[in-house]
Structures are given as structure tokens and as C-alpha cells.
């Protein structure tokens, strides 16, 4: 197909019937867009990465997203993947990498799901023992989401249609059935999702092994120590200040020392 078909397809080219012309949505933007695009649509739209393992007044690191969301999804993974250790798990008889079936759900989650009508910054912080990111929300439900009780529904279903169709996400619920069993297997912990209001939450217990940083933690002061100084050592020394005394060509004068 072409690249016009597969907008048309996805529900990304519409018609207004109000004003009888077609045009791209506000979700096309967003997936497909060039960041002037976005902003001139959604000025809002950020997603802040935070690292707080050392600096928790400010940060170790920060990247600030303002792109489309497929290149967001893709800088998501890349920042917490440099930070986060991926340590050897087995599930059945396969090894895979737990941290990366994590962040898959909730950078996703985090992209398909946020209320872009709301100015509020989503982010995405990762401290000493946790993960956890905040997005704007239109809420359905008041604090902790229980996976026995949880009733799934459509935030954005545009962009979840086209996450699916690229593998970025799965069906409707799936990701929080997911980072159930991929936090178990990485942290040994629990993950809560949380309404609050205009803002959904989602936490990520870690270990202290995955906020793990190879190497010293402060910088190595070598001490230099002065020799006790000899009478060979000073008449050296007095040599070399009354050469010094009077200035000197390039050329070398051989017998001075």
C-alpha cells in the first residue's frame, strides 16, 4: 500500500463533514508527524526521562522527547535500556530479557494511552528502587487497578491499532497481565497501576542490582609523595635555579649540569 492507504486504513485520514474536506488526525500527527508538525498542533506534547539514583534533588541523566511517538517509543527504550542492568532470566526453557518485556509495556502503555488534550508532562523516572511514569489521564476508576478486577478501556484506540499492527503492543489488557510477570521474574516485586485523579501511575519495583553502576563510584586521588630531600637532591636543585636566572637559546650547552 501506499503511505496515503495505510493512513486511510488505520482511521488516520478522516472527513469533517462540518467543512466537507478530509485531513489528517490529530493521532496521524502524532505517529507519523515531523516534530515542527507536532508542535504546531500540540505544544504540550513531551515526555521527560529522568534518571535519580545519586542527584535526587535534580538528575544523572535527561533526555526531553518531543518527537513523533514511534521515534518516542524507540528514544523510551534506548534511555532506559543504558541504565538499567538485564540480568540472566529463564522463562520455561528460554532465556529472555525481562527488562525489555517491561519497558515494551510501559512505554507503549505510556504512549498509546496518555490524554494529549491535557498539558501535563508525562514522564518516565528511574530511581534507586523504581521505575515509574505519570501521563495526563481521562480516569475511570480511583486508585490502585487490581489485574483480578481490572476492566480494560480504550484511551486512544487510533494509535493503539497502529501500535499492534508494528508489534509495539498486544490486545486490549495484555500489558498489565505482562508487566505482572515480567516484574516477578526481573525485581522479585510487584507492580501497581494507579488513577489519581487526571493522572495515571504506573511503578516498577527494581532490585538494587539493575540501578548497578560498574566501576568506582568517586574518583580515584593518587597522592604523590615528596622524597626527602639529600644534599645531591639541593645541589641539583640550586643548579638548576641559577641556570634558569639568565635566559637561554634553544640550543643545547652541553656541561651546564
Not at 494511552?113 to 515509574?132: C, P, T
Not at 489519581?196 to 604523590?224: E, K, N, Y
Amino acid at each position: 500500500m501506499s503511505d496515503e492507504e495505510i493512513l486511510r486504513s488505520s482511521g488516520l485520514i478522516m472527513r469533517d463533514e462540518a467543512q466537507n474536506r478530509e485531513g489528517l488526525t490529530l493521532a496521524g500527527g502524532l505517529l507519523f508527524g515531523k516534530d515542527t508538525t507536532i508542535m504546531a498542533a500540540l505544544p504540550h506534547h513531551k515526555t521527560d526521562m529522568l534518571l535519580r539514583v545519586e542527584n535526587l534533588d535534580r538528575y544523572d541523566d535527561r533526555d526531553v522527547i518531543i518527537t513523533n511517538l514511534i521515534e518516542s517509543y524507540d528514544r523510551m527504550m534506548a534511555f532506559c535500556q543504558k541504565h538499567l542492568s538485564d540480568p540472566f532470566v529463564m522463562e520455561g526453557t528460554q532465556s529472555i530479557s525481562a527488562r525489555d518485556k517491561i519497558l515494551r509495556e510501559i512505554c507503549s502503555n505510556s504512549l498509546a494511552h496518555r490524554n494529549y488534550s491535557s498539558g501535563y508532562v508525562s514522564k518516565l523516572v528511574i530511581e534507586k528502587d523504581r521505575i515509574y511514569t505519570e501521563n495526563p489521564n481521562i480516569s475511570r476508576n480511583s486508585g490502585i487497578l487490581e489485574l483480578s478486577s481490572f476492566k480494560p478501556f480504550p484511551k486512544n484506540p487510533p494509535i493503539s491499532k497502529v501500535f499492534r499492527e508494528i508489534g509495539l503492543s498486544d490486545e486490549l489488557g495484555s500489558g498489565m497481565r505482562n508487566t505482572y510477570k515480567y516484574t516477578e521474574l526481573y525485581s522479585g516485586g510487584t507492580p501497581e497501576f494507579v488513577e489519581d485523579g487526571d493522572t495515571f501511575c504506573t511503578v516498577i519495583p527494581l532490585s538494587s542490582v539493575a540501578v548497578l553502576r560498574l566501576g568506582p563510584s568517586t574518583p580515584q586521588v593518587t597522592m604523590q609523595v615528596t622524597p626527602q630531600a639529600t644534599p645531591q637532591v639541593m645541589e641539583l636543585q640550586r643548579k638548576i635555579i641559577s641556570f634558569c636566572h639568565e635566559p637561554r637559546s634553544k640550543k643545547r650547552n652541553n656541561g651546564i649540569l
